[in-house]
């Protein structure tokens, strides 16, 4: 198995080699989920001071529910919906793929800068939107970047109506929350 600091690096440089070799690579499943989760945390304690602990357990929660439903939606799309000809994927290629785009996330811990919280969640949030174009690229062996783009935001539109249906039904005002 891969040494997981490098791929980490890999993946933040936007790799699409990287992407190809944790597709194929079946044991990067907990490696996967493990960036999901640092980039969580990573997230959850730059925000530490609004959300506390239990902010950061939530959140973590949150973003690893919300990473697996949108790898899932994005196979559903991706493959079914809105496939090429060379289009072959199964949902754990997706998992893998998409929970290393999460890589650029871990920079959120920066977020604990006073003044600089907002500025580096935009960015670090396009620049994780960007890995996870490249990640759906290769993993549904798209030809091109346009295709998986779509996939992105149509899977990532979905994602956010499912979140704020639970989170209405859960009685949790969708005003401020950051996932």
Not at 17 to 24: D, K, R
Request: charged residues 10%; proline residues 2%; positive net charge.
């Amino acid at each position: 198995m891969a040494d997981l600091k490098e791929r980490i690096v890999r993946a933040c440089k936007l790799d699409a080699v990287l992407y190809e070799e944790v597709e194929a690579d079946r044991q990067a499943n907990g490696q996967a989920m493990t960036v999901v989760v640092l980039s969580s945390v990573a997230g959850g304690v730059a925000t530490l001071s609004h959300g506390g602990i239990l902010g950061i357990v939530i959140g973590s929660l949150l973003a690893l529910m919300g990473w697996y439903v949108w790898a899932y939606l994005t196979y559903l799309i991706g493959t079914r919906l809105l496939p090429q000809q060379g289009t072959r994927a199964d949902l754990g290629q997706l998992l893998r793929t998409t929970g290393f785009a999460s890589s650029p996330g871990l920079l959120r811990v920066l977020g604990l800068i006073p003044g600089v919280t907002g500025i580096v969640f935009f960015v670090i949030s396009i620049w994780m939107l960007l890995a996870m174009i490249i990640a759906v690229r290769q993993a549904l062996d798209y030809t091109g970047t346009l295709r998986a783009l779509g996939v992105c935001v149509i899977g990532w539109l979905v994602q956010g109506a499912i979140l704020a249906i639970m989170l209405y039904f859960l009685g949790v005002p969708a005003v401020g929350i950051r996932v």
